[in-house]
């Protein structure tokens, strides 16, 4: 009897290295899927700051070289505010920009430097003209030769990995733009 009671002591040891394996297995084939996960994640997030990095700079370079001429935009259109669309939330890819009017600008600023159109702090008795005069300017000639905004655009696309996409449900690509304004400065840089 003795030999049997140890034969089955050894299978019953066997059954319970086997069911132990069978578990590293699954443990080994959990932590392999979300290790992919991470990485996939990380090179999403690497490519999408590559490409709004490559874009602002696309932008910037466009503004600023449009800037340093001596153009007046016809086309200056200030935003007034921000819808914040569908979602609810500012600075989301769904906010709409209400625009303005450059007059209604121009009296925001000219309206604290002189209440009422009061313009005689800006006279000089001997008929000179004051070392700040250019708000005056800017209140009379409508802004446009004293206020020139340029504006940049440019977009990049951004690959995501496979694995993101599938777990995410992301789009193979997604594009990234970046908008940017510069004063017109007409060779000042």
Known sequence: MQPQRQYSKSKALHLHACSRSGQAMVEFVVAAVLIMLVVGGILAVASLQQADAKSMLAATTEAIEDSMGNSIPSNFSPIKDWDNGADGYEQTKDD???????????????????????????????????????????????????????????????????????ALGMAEEVEVENQVWMPKTEGLY
Request: hydrophobic content about 30%; cysteine-free.
């Open 96 to 166: 709409k920009s209400k625009h303005g009017s450059f007059s209604g600008v121009r009296d925001a600023i000219t309206g604290h430097v002189a209440p009422n159109g009061d313009w005689s702090a800006f006279e000089r008795p001997d008929g000179n003209s004051v070392v700040y005069g250019e708000i005056k300017q800017f209140d009379t000639s409508g802004g446009a030769s004293t206020m020139g905004m340029i504006e940049g655009k440019s977009s990049e696309t951004a690959e995501i990995p496979p694995v993101i996409q599938k």
